[in-house]
Protein backbone atom coordinates (compact mmCIF):
# COMPACT_ATOMS: atom_id res chain seq x y z
CA UNK A 1 0.00 0.00 0.00
CA UNK A 2 1.17 3.43 -0.83
CA UNK A 3 2.37 6.34 1.70
CA UNK A 4 -0.45 8.92 1.61
CA UNK A 5 0.83 12.16 0.50
CA UNK A 6 0.36 13.74 3.87
CA UNK A 7 2.49 11.11 5.26
CA UNK A 8 5.33 12.07 2.93
CA UNK A 9 5.02 15.61 3.39
CA UNK A 10 5.29 14.80 7.18
CA UNK A 11 8.69 13.16 6.40
CA UNK A 12 9.80 16.18 4.45
CA UNK A 13 8.97 18.79 7.15
CA UNK A 14 10.06 16.59 9.80
CA UNK A 15 13.63 16.45 7.66
CA UNK A 16 13.52 20.26 7.13
CA UNK A 17 13.66 20.90 11.05
CA UNK A 18 15.83 18.58 11.91
CA UNK A 19 18.26 20.35 9.28
CA UNK A 20 17.28 23.58 10.57
CA UNK A 21 17.61 23.06 14.48
CA UNK A 22 20.91 22.09 13.78
CA UNK A 23 21.94 24.72 11.90
CA UNK A 24 20.98 27.04 14.47
CA UNK A 25 22.50 24.39 17.15
CA UNK A 26 19.50 24.63 19.38
CA UNK A 27 20.07 20.86 20.87
CA UNK A 28 16.96 21.55 22.95
CA UNK A 29 14.72 22.13 19.97
CA UNK A 30 16.55 19.12 17.98
CA UNK A 31 15.92 16.43 20.68
CA UNK A 32 12.10 17.88 21.04
CA UNK A 33 11.74 17.39 17.04
CA UNK A 34 13.17 13.76 17.40
CA UNK A 35 11.15 12.92 20.17
CA UNK A 36 7.67 14.02 18.37
CA UNK A 37 8.91 12.36 15.17
CA UNK A 38 8.98 8.71 16.44
CA UNK A 39 4.80 8.25 16.46
CA UNK A 40 4.90 9.43 13.04
CA UNK A 41 7.74 7.42 11.45
CA UNK A 42 5.70 4.70 12.76
CA UNK A 43 2.41 5.02 11.90
CA UNK A 44 4.14 5.83 7.83
CA UNK A 45 7.21 3.83 7.72
CA UNK A 46 6.20 1.22 10.10
CA UNK A 47 3.10 0.78 8.16
CA UNK A 48 4.85 -0.36 5.21
CA UNK A 49 7.64 -1.83 6.86
CA UNK A 50 4.43 -3.79 9.05
CA UNK A 51 3.15 -5.22 5.60
CA UNK A 52 6.06 -6.19 4.17
CA UNK A 53 7.09 -8.81 6.80
CA UNK A 54 3.17 -9.71 7.51
CA UNK A 55 3.00 -8.05 11.23
CA UNK A 56 -0.34 -9.19 12.51
CA UNK A 57 -2.61 -6.16 12.22
CA UNK A 58 -4.30 -6.94 15.88
CA UNK A 59 -1.06 -6.12 17.08
CA UNK A 60 0.60 -3.43 15.33
CA UNK A 61 -0.48 -0.95 17.97
CA UNK A 62 2.33 -1.78 20.26
CA UNK A 63 4.70 -0.37 18.05
CA UNK A 64 3.04 2.97 18.42
CA UNK A 65 2.99 2.50 22.04
CA UNK A 66 6.88 1.97 22.34
CA UNK A 67 7.20 4.91 19.66
CA UNK A 68 5.73 7.41 22.20
CA UNK A 69 7.64 6.16 25.21
CA UNK A 70 10.72 5.85 23.77
CA UNK A 71 11.72 9.32 23.31
CA UNK A 72 10.95 9.59 27.40
CA UNK A 73 13.01 6.42 27.88
CA UNK A 74 15.93 7.92 25.33
CA UNK A 75 16.10 11.37 26.43
CA UNK A 76 15.36 10.60 30.63
CA UNK A 77 12.62 12.74 30.65
CA UNK A 78 11.62 13.05 34.86
CA UNK A 79 8.05 12.15 35.04
CA UNK A 80 5.43 13.58 37.82
CA UNK A 81 2.74 11.47 38.09
CA UNK A 82 0.98 12.49 41.18
CA UNK A 83 -1.07 15.09 42.14
CA UNK A 84 -1.92 16.17 45.33
CA UNK A 85 -3.95 19.41 44.13
CA UNK A 86 -7.43 18.20 44.21
CA UNK A 87 -8.74 21.43 42.46
CA UNK A 88 -6.51 20.26 39.31
CA UNK A 89 -8.07 16.91 39.17
CA UNK A 90 -11.37 18.51 39.53
CA UNK A 91 -11.39 21.06 36.54
CA UNK A 92 -9.37 18.77 33.94
CA UNK A 93 -11.78 16.23 34.55
CA UNK A 94 -15.19 18.72 34.21
CA UNK A 95 -13.29 20.28 31.53
CA UNK A 96 -13.03 16.99 29.71
CA UNK A 97 -16.56 15.88 30.74
CA UNK A 98 -18.10 19.23 29.37
CA UNK A 99 -16.46 18.55 26.01
CA UNK A 100 -17.79 15.20 26.31
CA UNK A 101 -21.35 16.44 26.45
CA UNK A 102 -20.88 19.11 24.10
CA UNK A 103 -20.75 16.29 21.29
CA UNK A 104 -23.40 14.36 22.77
CA UNK A 105 -25.20 13.44 19.59
CA UNK A 106 -22.61 12.20 18.04
CA UNK A 107 -21.52 10.49 20.69
CA UNK A 108 -25.27 8.66 20.89
CA UNK A 109 -24.50 8.12 17.27
CA UNK A 110 -21.78 6.76 17.43
CA UNK A 111 -22.77 4.37 20.26
CA UNK A 112 -26.33 3.52 18.01
CA UNK A 113 -23.88 2.65 14.79
CA UNK A 114 -22.08 0.35 17.15
CA UNK A 115 -25.31 -2.52 17.26
CA UNK A 116 -24.44 -2.94 12.94
CA UNK A 117 -20.37 -3.53 13.60
CA UNK A 118 -19.33 -7.20 14.31
CA UNK A 119 -19.95 -8.27 17.96
CA UNK A 120 -17.05 -9.02 20.07
CA UNK A 121 -16.50 -11.75 22.41
CA UNK A 122 -14.72 -11.19 25.80
CA UNK A 123 -11.00 -11.82 24.78
CA UNK A 124 -11.36 -9.07 21.83
CA UNK A 125 -13.30 -7.04 24.21
CA UNK A 126 -10.49 -7.07 26.24
CA UNK A 127 -7.35 -7.06 23.84
CA UNK A 128 -9.32 -3.71 22.90
CA UNK A 129 -10.04 -2.62 26.32
CA UNK A 130 -6.20 -2.76 27.06
CA UNK A 131 -5.00 -0.73 23.31
CA UNK A 132 -7.05 2.16 23.93
CA UNK A 133 -5.99 2.54 27.70
CA UNK A 134 -2.33 2.04 27.20
CA UNK A 135 -2.96 4.61 24.15
CA UNK A 136 -4.23 7.18 26.08
CA UNK A 137 -1.71 6.82 28.64
CA UNK A 138 1.42 7.30 26.16
CA UNK A 139 -0.39 9.83 24.28
CA UNK A 140 -0.59 11.85 27.81
CA UNK A 141 3.04 11.36 28.32
CA UNK A 142 4.23 11.88 25.15
CA UNK A 143 2.04 15.21 24.45
CA UNK A 144 2.09 16.70 27.65
CA UNK A 145 4.82 14.94 29.95
CA UNK A 146 7.25 14.77 27.09
CA UNK A 147 6.39 17.87 25.43
CA UNK A 148 6.24 20.86 28.22
CA UNK A 149 9.44 19.20 29.59
CA UNK A 150 11.02 21.07 27.10
CA UNK A 151 9.85 24.68 28.26
CA UNK A 152 10.94 26.34 31.12
CA UNK A 153 7.77 28.91 31.32
CA UNK A 154 5.27 27.43 28.51
CA UNK A 155 2.72 30.10 27.85
CA UNK A 156 -0.20 30.04 25.82
CA UNK A 157 1.71 29.96 23.02
CA UNK A 158 3.29 26.47 23.67
CA UNK A 159 -0.24 25.24 24.66
CA UNK A 160 -1.62 25.99 21.34
CA UNK A 161 1.23 24.52 19.23
CA UNK A 162 0.93 21.51 21.52
CA UNK A 163 -2.91 21.23 20.71
CA UNK A 164 -1.94 21.89 17.12
CA UNK A 165 1.00 18.74 17.24
CA UNK A 166 -2.33 16.49 19.05
CA UNK A 167 -4.49 17.13 16.16
CA UNK A 168 -1.87 17.04 13.44
CA UNK A 169 -0.88 13.09 14.70
CA UNK A 170 -4.65 12.07 15.06
CA UNK A 171 -4.73 13.49 11.31
CA UNK A 172 -1.54 11.98 10.20
CA UNK A 173 -3.14 8.10 10.75
CA UNK A 174 -3.83 7.00 7.41
CA UNK A 175 -6.88 5.47 8.22
CA UNK A 176 -8.49 8.97 9.70
CA UNK A 177 -10.58 10.17 6.93
CA UNK A 178 -12.68 7.14 7.90
CA UNK A 179 -12.28 7.72 11.32
CA UNK A 180 -12.60 11.63 11.76
CA UNK A 181 -14.65 14.15 10.15
CA UNK A 182 -13.34 18.21 10.76
CA UNK A 183 -15.25 18.63 14.01
CA UNK A 184 -13.42 15.74 15.42
CA UNK A 185 -10.07 17.68 14.86
CA UNK A 186 -11.47 20.88 16.52
CA UNK A 187 -12.18 18.74 19.64
CA UNK A 188 -8.74 17.32 19.24
CA UNK A 189 -7.17 20.57 19.30
CA UNK A 190 -9.40 22.13 22.79
CA UNK A 191 -8.80 19.05 24.41
CA UNK A 192 -5.20 19.09 23.56
CA UNK A 193 -4.80 22.49 24.51
CA UNK A 194 -6.92 22.38 27.98
CA UNK A 195 -4.83 19.91 28.69
CA UNK A 196 -1.68 21.24 28.14
CA UNK A 197 -2.90 24.96 30.08
CA UNK A 198 -4.12 22.74 33.16
CA UNK A 199 -0.65 20.84 33.45
CA UNK A 200 1.38 23.83 33.35
CA UNK A 201 -1.42 26.01 35.24
CA UNK A 202 -1.44 23.65 38.61
CA UNK A 203 1.46 21.10 38.56
CA UNK A 204 3.09 18.51 36.52
CA UNK A 205 1.29 15.67 37.65
CA UNK A 206 -0.06 13.59 34.76
CA UNK A 207 -2.42 11.32 36.38
CA UNK A 208 -5.07 13.70 36.40
CA UNK A 209 -5.07 13.99 32.43
CA UNK A 210 -4.65 10.59 31.92
CA UNK A 211 -8.34 10.26 33.95
CA UNK A 212 -9.52 12.97 31.79
CA UNK A 213 -8.61 11.15 28.81
CA UNK A 214 -10.01 8.19 29.79
CA UNK A 215 -13.60 9.83 30.41
CA UNK A 216 -13.35 12.14 27.08
CA UNK A 217 -12.96 8.57 25.20
CA UNK A 218 -16.24 7.01 27.09
CA UNK A 219 -17.78 6.25 23.98
CA UNK A 220 -15.33 3.93 23.00
CA UNK A 221 -15.64 1.76 26.01
CA UNK A 222 -19.44 1.80 25.70
CA UNK A 223 -19.27 0.62 22.05
CA UNK A 224 -16.75 -1.81 22.94
CA UNK A 225 -19.18 -3.02 25.69
CA UNK A 226 -22.20 -3.16 23.77
CA UNK A 227 -20.58 -5.14 20.63
CA UNK A 228 -19.64 -7.42 23.06
CA UNK A 229 -23.14 -7.62 24.90
CA UNK A 230 -24.37 -8.30 21.19
CA UNK A 231 -21.86 -11.01 20.74
CA UNK A 232 -23.16 -12.90 23.67
CA UNK A 233 -26.90 -12.21 22.98
CA UNK A 234 -26.37 -13.63 19.52
CA UNK A 235 -24.70 -16.48 20.96
CA UNK A 236 -27.27 -16.93 23.37
CA UNK A 237 -30.19 -16.88 20.72
CA UNK A 238 -28.06 -19.09 18.41
CA UNK A 239 -27.62 -21.65 21.37
CA UNK A 240 -31.48 -21.62 22.03
CA UNK A 241 -32.18 -22.32 18.26
CA UNK A 242 -30.08 -25.29 18.40
CA UNK A 243 -31.64 -27.00 21.46
CA UNK A 244 -34.98 -25.84 20.53
Known amino acids: MEMPFKQKLGI ?6 IIFTLVIQETS ?6 GMSFPLLTMSIGFRLFNIVKFPVRYRYIPLLFSMLVPIILFQIPITWVSVDFLYYL ?10 LSRIRSVKKSIEVSSVLEPINLQV ?3 QLLKITTLIIC ?8 YFSFFSNPGIFEV ?11 YYNRFAISLF ?11 GSFFGFCLIYFDNGIIPLILAHLI ?10 KRTISYYRWKGVKSFDENA
Open 139 to 146: EELLFRAF
Open 160 to 170: LIGGLLFTYYH
Open 29 to 34: LLILII
Open 216 to 225: YNVTDYLTLT
Open 181 to 191: HFTDYIYHFLL
Open 12 to 17: YIILLL
Open 125 to 127: YFS
Open 91 to 100: VVISGAGLLL
